[in-house]
């Protein structure tokens, strides 16, 4: 067959050759003074037997004045278009295309007859003294925009029969009015069971059966669609997609949303900016960290605390990323707000259990937070006022369809509440603000540029002489390569900047000044390569570079006889190199397996202290020190990292999964509080402060209901944690030089059972999750220092067995809803007193084994409606507004207790925050 | 006293605003063990030193403590040479100066009448300056006291102090009358009945400790002692304080700290976890009983100072803990119902007579409660030795 394919090419090659040699015969003599394209074409016409084919709109532009005779029409097109990228091209029968930019090719493509790529290039090519492309490659060609759903595209160079076999079709999912890519979309095909997910930038890669297919596109936020495609052959399309626009009687078209259990990923929750601002809050404002709160397996200590618990991990084993920058604060106003706009946030990922193998650093979770990119189209923007905050935020193309920014910034006028405050705390100051900018730039169809940055600041001072004040900045710049359809790049290089500054002024002799501050540069390159329909590989290498400086007393002013005091800088390097394979073993079962190695390097110069071996590391026990020179290498600590995950079909719409997974952190948050205090400080790993280590075997059960609008899942887990740092009694994390003198290694085990349905369309929206967990530690070395709690297992702080949330969300119209959040877990654990003496003139208490017992139970139900203005298009402003009620019962939930005396008398308190029902109001305006 | 560590405790504010503070008392967990509590400070100086022995007790117990006799107490050097103390019966035992030698460490050594026997770590004497100063200064509407001191030897570093203060105050309403109790008549009252000056006092209750460690002199420059509110009746007329310092090991300090941090500086929204505490008493034979309390050595400074009322803003004015209306008006016979109000409300009743009413002849009294009158509800007349007018 293929030699009789290969014979018909070379006869239709040489019918091309005789043609041309026959259009040489036709002679014409032309005068064009500034002709438009329409009179050229007529003439031609009226003096040939040639028909033209144009798009007159094409060549509205062109003006021709030339002046010829007795030349083939060949060589009169060929000196009208002379020096101009219009193109032509002349049939056999008597038929010229005029196109501009490229030329089409008469005659068959190469590969039609599916020739090796191979036996093509060998092959004569005639029709050579125009510029020729191949609709399907080049760069200047416009990839197909598929925009309705009925039109059946045509991918890949088209044949008469569609050859049998794959092919891989790539392209990005984007969002119809503003150009913004749409990240986590799935497509999937619908007679076969394998589907992809856009990645961050909206690419997707997919490689399908060839010929007649139906796709169908789900992305959050987005209206379910579906493309009617032909692949003919590897090709490209872009899909637009449409934002959901909410109607009361919605036309569900859900035969596909099992997104969540063909995934072979567990344990990770997506949610788009769209769920976030649904569910309320305190005062008024979307807030990304609480409703992570209200996911499976997460908790927090408390409500002024942003810090959050993953699956029994402590709040810095969360690598926070915020666009790829890591976030060290990601806490305004005390914990009551956090760090990220949601004006400008598109959506968030939490990886709780498979976390993807380009991640690491952190033992507990990935919480990626991307923002959007501005809108390419047109400028538009947004701003909000609230009770405590205002915020603004600006998008719109810098070069239209190539080039767009967004900013988003917000601040605080929270003074006027601090003056309501009683005495005590009325001169009290507290303020932040924060700010984004993104870029992002298409170079070309294959590379596009995204620069990110973020700056934020809190100041406050409290009524006392000391002000405080912390600070994040972060910039990154990051390049996105496409090598072709199945290999593409980003490469990513970044700073991520986080400072705290404390200043006391009262007494002249005691002003001091105390900073800290943490340096990160990263690099990493992050691969992607579709080896075929079965097997996606990721591969990458990361390094960052860590420059901390952890404390640096200063004094204040002249008479101050505050004793500087500056404990050396840190310096560490962290390396990682990465594969990892998504392998689709048969449609029903798939399974992801990858490896990273990680490196740790920690540099000098520094000053490292010696301990006696197996003697707790104290002052007593202290040998000598050592002192090292400039990068050169203390300590290395290294070691590779699994993460498995596989999934098995169970039907349709259910599916069982199981994970494996083990990380490895090499920075520390040392504070011995409940709550992250601004103020703690973080530590890297040393030759005294080992590498945090933790593992982690999970399982799930998915299964969607009712056509796939219910979502169901239940996943076990089981945990297991080394060398997490706890604190000796009456620690000092201050301020420290022998930082090792007082901490403690201890070993954790935690697990869990989680339960979630989530219904994500309808009228009525939302999600419940349960969750039973439980997390222990233990130091039982004795050689390692004092025994907590005798070495017996002990629960940790943030150990809170039972967990329910529930978000509902219900829609009366276009312009109303209401919204429900209801939240209950069990209070977390504390040390109580047992005894009580009298020392210092005062009862003092004596109290139990560490976190013996539990603060009582915590429920909260919040409450808000969404008023929408009137939904005309065209108008100036749309305006809407968010009013809500906050704790809803007014129960006065225990932040803490605690027992203090006061006049010499011990009395226990219950400490609540936000005790009653607080009422918020919001109003938001777009242009 | 740089108060890095102390941050947390003024982050108190959100709980202030939308927040709020209740009692709680928690399930009732107690444990039966009672724990010895070893509390006081070997005086190595000229003055005498004071233990004091107790046991915890439950929570539960209205008693706040319990004291420990029949120990034998002795402070003893490494070489065994001892002194004892002289228990004074409440868990109280003393010596008077013992003069140590500095240059040596001491322990204090304790045995129980079963022969249980505890001893604290040898600890070293600790040299202590002399108080340089106490001074005060209105902040806001609290009067601020403050202590300053330094050693310019640079070794002493970790101090503490306590107090005690006393006060001079009067009541609402000057009473030159009295029940006779005898006679059960109105009369006049004599010189040592006289109920309206008063003097009162209070120790500290607060653990006051303050640091040099961070700076480069050993100088604690206006350490805060204590604030008193400018409403408060300590300030009406006259007040003083005696402050005593005792000068700490680095470990004693951590102790007084940890101790603090447990006892006194919960509640805020970044609290500290309550840790153990880490004393240096310890049972010979059992090191694993808790045993509470820190043993240090030191020379013990004291300092006296007097604050009178006009040295204080003028418009501070003190506010009177009971509430008190007017004078009420007790007639002998009641203009209309003709009722013998002396008799009834102050001679058989609580009504103290401040003074006679009437044209020509005593027609009544006007009277109020005791507590506007007799300031020995909360006080005492007789004037302290140590008290100086100005």
């Given at each position: 067959m293929k030699k009789l394919y290969f014979l018909s090419l070379c006869f239709l090659m040489l019918c091309k050759l005789n043609y041309a040699q026959q259009n040489a015969g036709t002679l014409i003599s032309v005068n064009f003074q500034q002709a438009g394209i329409s009179q050229v074409v007529a003439e031609l016409e009226a003096k040939t037997d040639y028909h033209f084919y144009y798009n007159p709109l094409q060549f509205d532009s062109l003006k021709v004045t030339i002046q010829l005779s007795n030349k083939p029409l060949e060589a009169v097109l060929e000196m009208a278009f002379k020096n101009t990228n219009f193109r032509y091209a002349i049939t056999s029968g008597h038929q010229v295309f005029l196109t501009r930019g490229r030329e089409i090719q008469t005659r068959l493509a190469a590969d039609f007859f599916g020739n090796k790529p191979g036996v093509n290039q060998s092959s004569p090519n005639i029709v050579t003294n125009v510029a020729t492309a191949n609709f399907t490659d080049e760069k200047e060609v416009k990839v197909p925009e598929a925009t309705t759903e009925n039109k059946l595209y045509e991918i890949g160079i088209k044949t008469n029969t569609v050859e049998p076999g794959k092919a891989t079709l790539s392209g990005y999912v984007r969002e119809g009015k503003s150009g913004e890519s749409v990240v986590g979309a799935s497509i999937y095909v619908t007679n076969t069971k394998t589907g992809v997910a856009t990645d961050q930038f909206g690419y997707f890669t997919i490689t399908l059966p060839k010929g007649r297919q139906i796709l169908s596109i789900r992305g959050i936020g987005m209206r379910d669609t579906r493309r009617q495609i032909i692949l003919y052959s590897d090709g490209k399309l872009n899909i637009d997609m449409q934002e959901?626009?909410?109607?009361?009687?919605?036309v569900k078209i859900s035969a596909e949303k099992v997104a969540n259990v063909r995934n072979v990923q567990l344990g990770v929750n997506h949610l788009d900016i769209k769920s976030i601002k649904q569910v309320p809050t305190v005062f008024g404002e979307a807030d990304v960290l609480r409703v992570?709160?209200?996911?499976?397996?997460v908790q927090t200590v408390g409500e002024a605390s942003t810090g959050f618990n993953v699956r029994g991990g402590s709040a810095d084993q969360n690598l926070i990323l915020l666009n790829d920058a890591t976030i060290y604060n990601p806490s305004h106003f005390f914990g009551f707000f956090s760090a990220f706009n949601p004006d400008i946030v598109k959506d968030i990922e939490l990886y709780k259990s498979s976390i993807p193998e380009k991640f690491g650093g952190r033992l507990s979770s990935v919480l990626d937070i991307t923002d959007r990119e501005g809108n390419k189209k047109k400028f538009t923007?947004?701003?909000?006022?609230?009770?405590?905050?205002?915020?603004l935020n600006v998008e719109g193309p810098?070069?239209?369809d190539k080039t767009s920014f967004i900013f988003g910034g917000r601040v605080t006028y929270s003074d006027w509440l601090l003056n309501l405050l009683p005495e005590a705390y009325k001169h009290s100051q507290a303020s932040f603000y924060d700010f984004n900018l993104d870029i992002s730039h298409q170079i070309d169809d294959k590379n596009n540029i995204y620069i990110t940055s973020y700056l934020s600041k809190d100041k406050f001072k409290l009524n006392s002489d000391t002000a405080y004040s912390y600070s994040n900045k972060n910039i990154n710049i990051k390049w996105k390569h496409n090598f072709n359809d199945k290999l593409f790049s980003v490469i990513t290089t970044g700073i991520d900047h986080y400072q705290y500054d404390i200043a006391s002024f009262d007494n002249a002799v005691n002003a001091y000044r105390l900073n800290f501050d943490i340096n990160q540069t990263n690099l990493k390159a992050d691969f992607t390569y579709y080896l075929n329909r079965?097997?996606?590989i990721n591969f990458g290498a990361s390094s960052i570079y860590y420059k901390l400086h952890p404390g640096n007393l200063q004094p204040n002013n002249t008479q101050s006889l505050v004793m500087p005091d500056v404990i050396p800088a840190q310096q560490a390097l962290e390396s990682a190199a990465y594969v990892g394979d998504k392998y689709d073993i048969t449609d029903d079962l798939s399974l992801s397996a990858g490896i990273r190695y990680s490196l740790y390097n920690y540099l000098g110069p520094q000053t490292v202290y010696n301990y006696a071996p197996g003697l707790p590391k104290t002052s007593a026990n202290l040998i000598d020190s050592t002192s090292y020179t400039k990068n050169k290498v203390i300590k290395t600590y290294s070691g590779p990292e699994f993460r498995l995950s596989a999934r098995y079909n169970l039907g349709d719409n259910t599916s069982l999964k199981a994970g494996y997974n083990t990380l490895r952190q090499y920075i520390h948050l040392l504070s011995n509080t409940t709550a992250i205090a601004p103020t703690d400080v973080w530590q890297l790993s040393d030759p005294n402060i080992k590498p945090q280590y933790g593992d982690q075997v999970s399982l799930g059960i998915y299964r969607n209901l009712k056509s796939n609008t219910i979502e169901t899942s239940v996943e076990v887990y089981y945990k297991r944690l080394r060398d997490y740092l706890d604190y000796r009694s009456g620690a000092n994390l201050i301020l420290n030089h022998h930082i090792e003198n007082d901490v403690l290694s201890t070993d954790g085990k935690a697990y869990g059972i989680e339960f979630l349905i989530k219904k994500a369309t309808g009228k009525a929206n939302g999600w419940i999750s349960y969750?039973?967990?439980?997390?222990?530690?233990?130091?039982?070395?004795?050689?390692?220092?004092?025994?907590?709690?005798?070495g017996a297992y002990y629960p940790a702080n943030f150990d809170k067995p039972h967990d329910f949330n529930f978000i509902g969300n219900y829609r009366f119209s276009h312009r109303f809803s209401i919204s429900l959040n209801v939240t209950y877990s069990t209070g977390r654990p504390i040390t109580l007193p047992i005894a009580k003496y009298y020392y210092g003139g005062s009862e003092r208490i004596y109290y139990s084994d560490r976190n013996e017992y539990r603060i009582p139970d915590y429920f909260r139900s919040d409450f808000s409606m969404n008023i929408e203005g009137n939904h005309k298009v065209h108008q100036l402003t749309h305006n809407s507004f968010t009013i809500g009620i906050y704790n809803l019962t007014g129960r006065q939930n225990a932040y803490s207790t605690y027992f203090t005396q006061q006049g010499g008398v011990i009395n226990g308190f219950k400490l609540s925050i936000f005790a009653k029902p607080i009422p918020f109001i919001n109003y938001n305006i777009r242009f | 006293m740089v108060k890095i560590k102390n941050i947390y405790c003024l982050l108190v504010i959100g709980a202030i605003v939308w927040g709020c503070k209740k009692p709680y008392n928690p399930p009732v967990v107690s444990s039966d063990n009672h724990y010895l509590v070893v509390e006081g400070v070997i005086n190595s100086g000229n003055d005498s030193t004071v233990i004091n022995l107790s046991r915890t007790v439950k929570l539960t117990e209205n008693v706040s403590t319990q004291a420990v006799s029949n120990f034998s107490v002795v402070v003893e050097d490494a070489q065994g040479n001892g002194y004892t103390l002289k228990p004074e019966g409440n868990g109280k035992y003393d010596i008077g100066p013992m003069h140590l030698d500095i240059s040596k460490k001491y322990r204090l050594h304790l045995k129980d009448p079963t022969g249980k026997e505890y001893a604290s770590d040898y600890v070293e004497v600790r040299q202590n300056p002399p108080i340089d100063s106490i001074g005060f200064f209105p902040k806001n509407n609290n009067l601020q006291l403050y202590v300053s001191t330094h050693n310019a030897t640079n070794n002493t570093r970790y101090y503490r102090w306590d107090y005690a203060e006393t006060w001079r105050f009067h009541t609402r309403y000057q009473s030159?009358?009295?029940?006779?109790?005898?006679?059960?008549?109105?009369?006049?009252r004599r010189i040592n009945e006289l109920v309206y000056f008063c003097f009162a006092g209070d120790k500290s209750s607060n653990i006051i400790l303050g640091s040099s460690e961070k700076l480069v002199q050993d100088v604690i420059a206006q350490g805060p002692i204590t604030t008193i509110p400018n409403t408060s009746e300590k300030l009406e007329l006259r007040y003083t304080i005696l402050l005593k310092q005792y000068a700490l090991t680095k470990e004693g300090y951590q102790f007084w700290e940890n101790m603090r941090k447990n006892t006194e500086q919960l509640g805020s929204i970044f609290d500290a976890q309550p840790s153990q505490l880490q004393g240096n008493i310890h049972n010979i034979n059992d090191p694993a009983e808790p045993v509470i309390g820190y043993v240090s050595i030191t020379d013990i400074q004291s300092k006296r100072i007097f604050i009178d009322n006009s040295q204080l803003p003028t418009d501070w004015i003190a506010k009177y803990p009971y509430d008190c209306g007017p004078l009420d008006t007790a007639y002998y016979s009641a203009p209309k119902s003709g009722h013998n109000d002396v008799e009834d409300l102050i001679i058989k009743g609580n009504g103290i007579p401040v003074v006679p009413f009437g044209n020509f002849r005593v027609e009544g009294y006007l009277y109020t409660s005791a507590g506007c009158t007799d300031c020995t509800i909360r006080g005492r007349v007789m004037q302290p030795l140590f008290w100086k007018e100005k």
């Open positions: 959901q626009v909410t109607s009361l009687k919605e992570v709160l209200t996911l499976p397996g923007g947004s701003a909000g006022i609230g009770l405590l905050t205002s915020r810098i070069i239209k079965k097997n996606t969750t039973y967990s439980r997390t222990f530690l233990k130091q039982d070395d004795i050689n390692a220092g004092e025994l907590i709690n005798g | 030159g009358y009295i029940v006779d109790t005898v006679t059960k008549e109105v009369r006049g």
